[in-house]
C-alpha cells in the first residue's frame, strides 16, 4: 500500500512539479501577463510605424514610404478646387420682368396722353406723372413727352413693343454689367436701325436704358447643389501602403510634412501612437478573454494544462508569423496552430482556438484582407484534414492540401484584383510554402508538448497500438495468454467507448497496455497456465493475492520505465480499482483463517473516468465468460449482467462518469460483441483411412 501511494505520488508531483511551488492562480496570471506581453509587442512591431525627426528644408535620408493607406486631404482639395474654377453659377430667369417693363412704358405713354389734356400747370403734370409710374425718369424728359403728338407717342409705344421685348429676352444676370451693357448695345442697334423719326430717337434710347433690368437671379442653392455633385464625383486622392511619400536625398517641404504627419511617422506624433497601442491593447485583451472562456468550458485537460498549451501556441504562432511577415506576409504560418491544436485538443476546440486567434494574425498581417481570407480557409482545412490523420507522416499531407486549396483561393482573388503575373505567381507560391512549412514546424513540435506535458494525441495512441511496441511484444512473448486476453478486452472496451460517445481509441489502446505488470509472474495467473500445474497450489491465499494485485504495481512501474503517457499508466492504476479478489477470499474462509476482507481487495483507486471504467468492465467480463465451458447467448448475457451489477453494487464506478444509460450500453454491446467472439463452431470430422 505504501509503496502503491510513493508510485502516486511521484507520478502527481511530476505532473504538478511547478504548481507546487506557486500558487496555480499566480502562475496563470503570469502566464497571463507574459502572453500580453508577447502579443503586445509583436501586434505593436507589425502595426506602429518606424518614425522619423525631419523638418522643412532637411533632406531625406532614405526613402520613406506610407506604413498604411490615407488620404491626401490637400491633394483632394486642390482637385477639387480645380473642377470648381470652371463651374458657372446658377441662375433663375423670371420671364416677368420683360412684359412688366413694356406694360410700365405703355401706361406711361397712356398717362402723358391723358395728361396732355388737361388744362394745367406743366409742372404739375410731372409731379402728376412721376407719381403714377414707376420708371426712374427725369422731369426733362417728361416735359419732353408732353411735348410730342399722340401719333408721336403711338410710334415710341409701338417701337418699344417691337423691340424692347427682344432685348429683355436675352439672359441679363445680376450684378453683371457685361450683361447690362450687352442689352444697351443691343436696344441702341435696334433705335439706328429702325424706322424712328430723330427727334424720337434720343427719348427712345433713355426710356429702354432705364427699362432694362436684369432677368436671371442667382440661385444659391441650386449652385451649392451642384457644387457637392462635382465634389462627389471627385476621387479621393489617396496613398496607398507602401507608396513613396519621399525620396532619399529630396529636400523636405510643406507637403511632404503633412504627409508624414497624415501618416503617423513623424516623431512628433506622439498622440497618434497612443491610439494604436490602446487599439491593439484592446484585441489583445479580447483575444485573451475569449481564449479564457474555451479554458474554462473545455473537458479534456485540467484548466492549467490547457491554459499553458493555449497560450503556448498562441505566442508560438504569433512569433512564427512576425519572423515569415518579414520576408513576406504570404510566407505566415497559417495552418501552424490548427494543425498542431487538432493534434492536442481536437477539432472543435482547434477550430474555436484558430478563430479567435484571427485577432493576432490580422494585427500581425497589417490588416491584409488576403491574409485573413488565407487564414480563414486555412484553419477550415487544417483543422479538417488533420482529424482524419492517423500517422505521423499524414501531418505533411495535410499541409500539402490546404497549401493547394489556398493557392487556388489567392491565384483568384489576384486575378479579380487584376495584379500583375509575377505578384499573382510569387503570392500564390508563397501561400503553398507557408502551408508545407506548417506542417513540418507541427511535426517538430508536437513531440514536445507530447513530452512535456504528457499529452496523448491520436497519432500517439496509434504508434502505442503498433504490435512492435518493445510494451507489447514483451507482453506477447513472455505473457501470451495475457495479451490475447488484452486484445479482447481492447475490442470490447472501443466499441462499448464507440458507443457512449468516450474515446474509443483510447480504450483501445488502455487495454493493451492494462496488464502490462503481468509480464513479471506469467504463470501465476491462468491465462498464461498452459499445464495444469497451478503455483497458486503452492502457497497460501494471502500470498496468492499478494501476487495477483501486484501486477497493478507492476505495471505502473513498468509503464514509468518505457515512459507510456500519464492517462495510461492511470489506467492500469484503475483497472481494477478496489475490487475484492473474490477467488482466494473465499479460499482463506475456508481454510478458517481470520482474515479482514480489505487485505484480499485490490489498493486502487477507482476509475475516474469513463475509459478506465470501461476497460474495468471489460476486463471482469471477458476473464468471466472465458470461466464458461460452452457458452451460449444467454449464458453470456446472463454473465455480464452478473459482473456488471458485482461492480456496480460494490460501488467500483462511483467516480467514474458512466450513467446508468451509459452502463446499459455498454453491457449490451459487451454481449453483441461477445457472441461474435464465443459463437459455436461446427466440427470438422476426421477423414479415416477406408474413406
Same mark, same amino acid.
Given at each position: 500500500?505504501?509503496?502503491?501511494k ?12 511547478f504548481k507546487?511551488?506557486?500558487?496555480e492562480?499566480?502562475i496563470?496570471?503570469?502566464?497571463f501577463?507574459i502572453?500580453?506581453i508577447?502579443?503586445?509587442?509583436i501586434s505593436?512591431?507589425?502595426v506602429?510605424?518606424?518614425?522619423y525627426s525631419?523638418k522643412v ?7 520613406i514610404k506610407?506604413?498604411?493607406d490615407?488620404e491626401?486631404?490637400?491633394?483632394t482639395?486642390?482637385k477639387?478646387?480645380?473642377?470648381l474654377?470652371?463651374l ?5 430667369k423670371d420671364?416677368n ?5 413694356i406694360?410700365?412704358?405703355e ?12 388744362n394745367?400747370?406743366d409742372?404739375?403734370k ?6 403714377k409710374t ?5 422731369d426733362?424728359d417728361i416735359k419732353?413727352?408732353l ?5 408721336e ?9 417691337? +423691340?424692347?421685348?427682344k432685348v429683355l ?11 447690362i451693357?450687352?442689352a444697351?448695345?443691343d436696344?441702341d ?7 424712328l423719326p430723330?427727334n424720337?430717337?434720343?427719348i427712345a434710347n ?8 436684369p432677368?436671371m437671379?442667382?440661385?444659391y ?7 457637392q455633385q462635382?465634389?462627389?464625383?471627385i ?6 501602403k507602401?507608396?513613396?511619400i519621399?525620396l532619399?536625398g529630396?529636400?523636405v517641404n510643406e507637403?511632404h ?18 491610439i494604436l497601442?490602446t487599439?491593439?491593447a484592446?484585441?489583445?485583451l479580447?483575444e485573451?478573454?475569449?481564449l479564457?472562456?474555451?479554458?474554462k468550458?473545455?473537458t479534456?485537460y485540467? +484548466?492549467f494544462?490547457?491554459f499553458?498549451?493555449?497560450?503556448i501556441?498562441i ?8 519572423a515569415f ?6 510566407l505566415i504560418?497559417i495552418?501552424f496552430?490548427p494543425i498542431?491544436?487538432?493534434l492536442?485538443?481536437?477539432h472543435?476546440i482547434?477550430?474555436i482556438?484558430s478563430?479567435i486567434n484571427l ?5 500581425v498581417?497589417?490588416?491584409n484582407?488576403?491574409v ?9 482545412l487544417g483543422t479538417?484534414?488533420?482529424?482524419k490523420?492517423h ?11 490546404v ?10 482573388? +489576384? ?5 500583375v503575373f509575377s505578384?499573382?505567381f ?6 503553398f ?9 507541427s511535426i ?5 508538448f ?10 500517439k495512441?496509434?504508434e502505442?497500438?503498433?504490435p512492435?511496441?518493445?510494451l507489447?511484444?514483451?507482453l506477447?512473448f513472455?505473457a501470451?495468454g495475457?495479451y490475447?486476453?488484452?486484445i479482447l478486452?481492447g ?8 458507443e457512449?460517445?468516450?474515446?474509443a ?5 488502455g487495454?493493451y ?5 503481468k509480464?513479471k ?15 497458486h497450489d503452492?502457497v497460501t ?8 494485485t501486484?501486477?497493478v504495481?507492476?505495471?505502473?512501474e ?6 507510456l503517457p500519464k492517462?495510461l499508466q492511470e489506467?492500469?492504476?484503475q483497472?481494477h ?20 476482507e480489505?487485505?484480499?481487495?485490490y489498493?486502487?483507486p ?7 471504467a470501461?476497460?474495468m468492465?471489460a476486463d471482469?467480463v471477458e476473464?468471466?465468460?472465458r470461466s464458461i465451458? +460452452? ?6 448475457k446472463?454473465?455480464v449482467e ?6 456496480l453494487?460494490?460501488n467500483?464506478?462511483?467516480d467514474?462518469?458512466?450513467t446508468l444509460?451509459d452502463?446499459?450500453k455498454?453491457?449490451?454491446v459487451?454481449v453483441k460483441?461477445?457472441i461474435?467472439?464465443f459463437?459455436?463452431r461446427?466440427?470438422y470430422?476426421d477423414i479415416t483411412k477406408e474413406?
Amino acid at each position: 500500500m505504501k509503496r502503491k501511494k510513493k508510485i502516486g505520488d511521484k507520478m502527481k508531483n511530476k505532473r504538478y512539479m511547478f504548481k507546487d511551488i506557486f500558487n496555480e492562480k499566480i502562475i496563470k496570471l503570469i502566464i497571463f501577463v507574459i502572453t500580453f506581453i508577447i502579443l503586445f509587442l509583436i501586434s505593436s512591431f507589425s502595426v506602429v510605424p518606424k518614425k522619423y525627426s525631419l523638418k522643412v528644408g532637411d533632406i531625406a535620408p532614405i526613402d520613406i514610404k506610407a506604413p498604411r493607406d490615407f488620404e491626401d486631404e490637400v491633394a483632394t482639395q486642390e482637385k477639387i478646387n480645380k473642377a470648381l474654377e470652371g463651374l458657372s453659377p446658377k441662375y433663375n430667369k423670371d420671364l416677368n420682368i420683360a412684359k412688366q417693363s413694356i406694360e410700365d412704358i405703355e401706361s406711361l405713354i397712356n398717362d402723358i396722353k391723358t395728361e396732355k389734356k388737361q388744362n394745367i400747370d406743366d409742372t404739375l403734370k410731372i409731379e402728376r406723372l412721376k407719381s403714377k409710374t414707376t420708371l426712374n425718369i427725369t422731369d426733362e424728359d417728361i416735359k419732353y413727352l408732353l411735348k410730342l403728338k399722340e401719333e408721336e407717342l403711338d410710334i415710341l409705344n409701338e417701337f418699344f413693343k417691337n +423691340n424692347l421685348i427682344k432685348v429683355l429676352s436675352q439672359d441679363i444676370r445680376e450684378n453683371n454689367l457685361d450683361d447690362i451693357k450687352k442689352a444697351q448695345q443691343d436696344l441702341d442697334f435696334y433705335i439706328k436701325s429702325s424706322n424712328l423719326p430723330k427727334n424720337l430717337r434720343d427719348i427712345a434710347n433713355t426710356i429702354g436704358i432705364i427699362s432694362i433690368k436684369p432677368n436671371m437671379f442667382f440661385d444659391y442653392q441650386q449652385t451649392e447643389d451642384l457644387k457637392q455633385q462635382i465634389k462627389k464625383q471627385i476621387d479621393p486622392v489617396i496613398i496607398k501602403k507602401n507608396q513613396n511619400i519621399i525620396l532619399k536625398g529630396e529636400v523636405v517641404n510643406e507637403h511632404h510634412i503633412y504627409l508624414l504627419s497624415k501618416a503617423g511617422i513623424l516623431s512628433q506624433n506622439k498622440k497618434h501612437d497612443l491610439i494604436l497601442y490602446t487599439g491593439i491593447a484592446i484585441l489583445v485583451l479580447l483575444e485573451l478573454f475569449l481564449l479564457n472562456l474555451i479554458v474554462k468550458n473545455n473537458t479534456m485537460y485540467d +484548466n492549467f494544462t490547457f491554459f499553458f498549451i493555449s497560450n503556448i501556441l498562441i505566442v508560438l504562432t504569433a512569433i512564427l508569423s512576425f519572423a515569415f511577415k518579414i520576408i513576406s506576409v504570404y510566407l505566415i504560418p497559417i495552418s501552424f496552430l490548427p494543425i498542431l491544436s487538432t493534434l492536442i485538443f481536437g477539432h472543435k476546440i482547434s477550430f474555436i482556438l484558430s478563430l479567435i486567434n484571427l485577432l493576432v494574425i490580422t494585427i500581425v498581417s497589417g490588416f491584409n484582407l488576403d491574409v485573413c481570407v488565407m487564414y480563414v480557409f486555412g484553419s477550415i482545412l487544417g483543422t479538417y484534414f488533420t482529424s482524419k490523420v492517423h500517422e505521423r507522416n499524414n501531418i505533411l499531407l495535410t499541409g500539402f492540401y490546404v497549401g493547394a486549396i489556398n493557392f487556388i483561393i489567392i491565384s483568384s482573388i +489576384n486575378i479579380l484584383n487584376n495584379s500583375v503575373f509575377s505578384q499573382t505567381f510569387y503570392s500564390s507560391i508563397f501561400v503553398f510554402i507557408n502551408s508545407i512549412v506548417s506542417s513540418i514546424f507541427s511535426i517538430g513540435i508536437l513531440p514536445v508538448f507530447e513530452q512535456f506535458f504528457d499529452i496523448l494525441t491520436p497519432i500517439k495512441l496509434l504508434e502505442l497500438s503498433n504490435p512492435n511496441q518493445v510494451l507489447l511484444k514483451k507482453l506477447l512473448f513472455e505473457a501470451p495468454g495475457t495479451y490475447h486476453h488484452s486484445i479482447l478486452v481492447g475490442n470490447l472496451a472501443e466499441a462499448a467507448a464507440d458507443e457512449i460517445g468516450a474515446n474509443a481509441l483510447l480504450a483501445r489502446v488502455g487495454s493493451y497496455y492494462h496488464d502490462i505488470g503481468k509480464i513479471k509472474r506469467p504463470y501465476f495467473f491462468k491465462e498464461n497456465q498452459i499445464t495444469n500445474d497451478n503455483p497458486h497450489d503452492k502457497v497460501t491465499p494471502r500470498l496468492s493475492v499478494s501476487i495477483i494485485t501486484s501486477h497493478v504495481r507492476d505495471g505502473i512501474e513498468l509503464a514509468q520505465k518505457y515512459k507510456l503517457p500519464k492517462i495510461l499508466q492511470e489506467i492500469i492504476m484503475q483497472h481494477h480499482g478496489t475490487t475484492l479478489v473474490k477467488y482466494f477470499y473465499v479460499q482463506a474462509l475456508n481454510d478458517g483463517e481470520i482474515i479482514k476482507e480489505e487485505n484480499f481487495r485490490y489498493e486502487g483507486p477507482k476509475p475516474n473516468t469513463k475509459e478506465s471504467a470501461i476497460i474495468m468492465l471489460a476486463d471482469s467480463v471477458e476473464a468471466a465468460v472465458r470461466s464458461i465451458s +460452452n457458452p451460449t447467448v444467454d449464458e453470456i448475457k446472463s454473465m455480464v449482467e452478473k459482473v456488471v451489477n458485482e461492480k456496480l453494487y460494490d460501488n467500483q464506478l462511483n467516480d467514474s462518469p458512466l450513467t446508468l444509460k451509459d452502463i446499459e450500453k455498454i453491457k449490451e454491446v459487451f454481449v453483441k460483441v461477445l457472441i461474435g467472439i464465443f459463437h459455436n463452431r461446427i466440427e470438422y470430422p476426421d477423414i479415416t483411412k477406408e474413406e
